[in-house]
């Protein structure tokens, strides 16, 4: 099975590129921005707001550009849209970019930026028990999505601890990718006895199901900003006056928490079509880390994680996967 979600993703990739093929390579004055209703894509979702509300940031970097926003649910959907050029840039957990950048053999894939690290956990449902790894034996584990950053480190945590979950559902335990809305009815109809996932859903289901945190970390990669290589080496300007827009949204983001907050709940109650707590979003925040830095030892961490659940193969160097204008 070693291999199977590559060749899912390389046969997506070229079914994409033949039907994008007619569509023009440039968009003129229009760049095309992906992200996620998650916190942890906290610098889309301010900035989209901002666009939305007639006051964009990015626009403000590139007088007379358009920006159009795009929403993905998890990673792999988000690097489809890159393949098949739906997107230019787009905000996305490590892994989906790693295997996007491994499926191209380092053509298609480039990292600008950092954006923010923790604000993922391993949540365990109240009445389940499990306060140790050997207590998952038996039980469901939800991930957003196949292959998504969670669902890497879940299955990389469960196999370092002697768990086999196999892609096939054999195993110890079963892992079962999930849309992060599903979750909280999944797990309080006891469905499932877990989540890996990222904010808000962490706190979500900390609030509203009762579970509790098992395993955290702060200081790992949980969203970046990816490019396009196409894009990035037609428009070498536009793409410097993103990132710095980039820098400089997330410096003002650390030193406006409260505006941007209100930012967040406005854009996620439109996303989500209904009203957004802005008390999860304030719990959400304590366990996010702002930057604007790649962590590539991190990054390397993730292909081995990858590699060891045999969702990934072979890694071009990942220092070749920093975008560098003059290289490209």
């Known amino acids: 099975m070693k291999k199977c979600l590559t060749g899912l993703l390389l046969l997506a990739t070229v079914l994409l590129l033949l039907c994008s093929c007619s ?24 900035a989209r707001n901002m666009t939305r509300n007639g006051n964009g940031w990015f626009e403000r970097y590139l007088p007379g550009y358009r920006i159009e926003w795009y929403t993905f649910n998890a990673g792999p959907t988000a690097m489809e849209a890159i393949f098949g050029r739906t ?21 298609e894939v480039r990292l600008l930026a950092g954006a923010v690290n923790g604000g993922a956990a391993l949540m365990v449902a109240p009445g389940s028990h499990i306060t140790q790894p050997a207590d998952f034996r038996g039980h469901c584990i939800a991930t957003p999505q196949l292959g998504n950053t969670q669902d890497v480190s879940c299955r990389a945590w469960l196999a370092q601890h002697g768990l086999r979950n196999s892609l096939e559902g054999a195993g110890d335990c079963r892992v079962s ?21 990222v904010e808000p859903w962490v706190t979500i289901l900390e609030k509203k199901a009762g579970a509790q945190v098992l395993v955290q970390e702060p200081d790992v990669v949980t969203t970046v900003l990816a490019g396009r290589v196409g894009w990035l080496r037609r428009h070498p300007k536009e793409a410097a006056a993103m990132l710095q827009a980039h820098r400089d949204l997330t410096r003002w983001i650390e030193e406006h928490p409260e505006e941007a907050q209100a930012h967040v709940v406005a854009e996620l109650s439109e996303l989500t079509q209904a009203p957004f707590d802005p008390e999860l979003v304030r719990c959400a925040w304590r366990r996010l880390k702002l930057t604007t830095d790649i962590d590539l030892p991190g990054l390397q ?10 969702l990934l193969d072979h890694v071009p160097a990942l220092d070749a996967m920093l975008y560098k204008p003059e290289q490209e």
């Not at 942890?40 to 301010?46: D, E, F, G, W, Y």
């Not at 997107?87 to 053509?107: E, F, I, K, Q, W």
């Not at 990718?177 to 996932?197: E, H, R, V, Y």
Request: glycine share 10%.
């Open 23 to 46: 569509r023009e390579e440039e968009a003129g004055t229009v760049i095309r921005i992906g992200g996620f209703p998650n916190v942890t894509h906290v610098q889309a979702l301010v």
């Open 177 to 197: 990718p999930t849309p992060n809305a599903m979750q909280l009815q999944l797990m309080k109809q006891g469905d499932i006895a877990a989540s890996w996932t």
């Open 87 to 107: 997107v230019d840039l787009t905000y996305v957990g490590p892994s989906p970019a790693l295997n996007a950048y491994a499926v191209s053999a380092g053509r």
């Open 301 to 310: 961490q993730f292909v081995q994680d990858a590699q060891r659940c045999g």
